[in-house]
Nanobody, 122 residues
Framework: QVQLVESGGGLVQAGGSLRLSCAAS????????VGWFRQAPGKEREFVTL????????SYADSVKGRFTISRDNAKDTVYLQMNSLKPEDTAVYSC???????????????WGQGTQVTVSS
């Protein structure tokens, strides 16, 4: 079992920045890929970014490429999502997830955090 807890969400103006954290506890965290997904009201959950267990591989949705950066510190069992140049359309609940597969598909992930709200005002 892996427990995930997100933090760092909040309200920010367009153009601003936030850093989300995903803290893990439980089994060996470095063996899991971690993805960030988001869901806005009335919309389907969508892939944002993911990182491999070692941190050597990353992938981004086109909508966030160049603005968001994912990283991880396996010594601290934590994954970070640095979000810069935020836009109102980034407003959503952001959730991290851990799984044994390096995948953009949320169905591949076994463990989920509770989510953190990010609101970007125009």
């Amino acid at each position: 079992q892996v427990q995930l807890v997100e933090s760092g969400g909040g309200l920010v103006q367009a153009g601003g920045s936030l850093r989300l954290s995903c803290a893990a506890s439980g089994r060996t965290f470095s063996s899991y890929a971690v993805g960030w997904f988001r869901q806005a009201p009335g919309k389907e959950r969508e892939f944002v970014t993911l990182i491999s267990g070692s941190g050597g591989l990353t992938s981004y949705a086109d909508s966030v490429k160049g603005r968001f950066t994912i990283s991880r510190d396996n010594a601290k069992d934590t994954v970070y999502l640095q979000m810069n140049s935020l836009k109102p359309e980034d407003t959503a609940v952001y959730s991290c997830a851990a799984g044994t597969y390096y995948s953009r598909q949320f169905e591949r992930y076994n463990y989920w955090g509770q989510g953190t709200q990010v609101t970007v005002s125009s």
